[in-house]
C-alpha cells in the first residue's frame, strides 16, 4: 500500500505547523476506472438499447409537452 504525503514547506517555516497533511487518496477514481476497463457495462447497455430508446423518445415527448404552451403563446402574440 503506497501512502503519499504532501508537504508545503513555507507553510511549515511560516507557521510553525509540527505536523503533515496527508494527500487525499484517489482510491475512488481508480475504482471507477478500474470498473470502466474491466467490466461489460457497454454490452450490457448494448442489450438493453430498445429500453433506453423508449426512455429517450418519452423524454423527448414530455419535454415538447412541457415546452408546447410557451411555443403556442409565442406563436400567437
Not at 504525503?5 to 484517489?26: K, M, Q, V, W
Not at 454490452?43 to 429500453?51: A, N, S, Y
Request: include cysteine.
Amino acid at each position: 500500500m503506497k501512502t503519499l504525503t504532501y508537504t508545503d514547506a513555507r507553510h511549515i517555516i511560516g507557521r510553525n505547523r509540527d505536523f503533515i497533511e496527508p494527500l487525499r487518496s484517489a482510491t475512488l477514481i481508480r475504482n471507477i476506472q478500474r470498473y470502466i476497463e474491466n467490466s461489460d457495462w457497454d454490452e450490457q447497455i448494448i442489450k438493453k438499447e430498445q429500453l433506453f430508446n423508449k426512455i429517450c423518445v418519452i423524454g423527448v415527448f414530455l419535454s415538447g409537452l412541457a415546452m408546447s404552451p410557451f411555443v403556442i403563446g409565442a406563436l400567437l402574440k
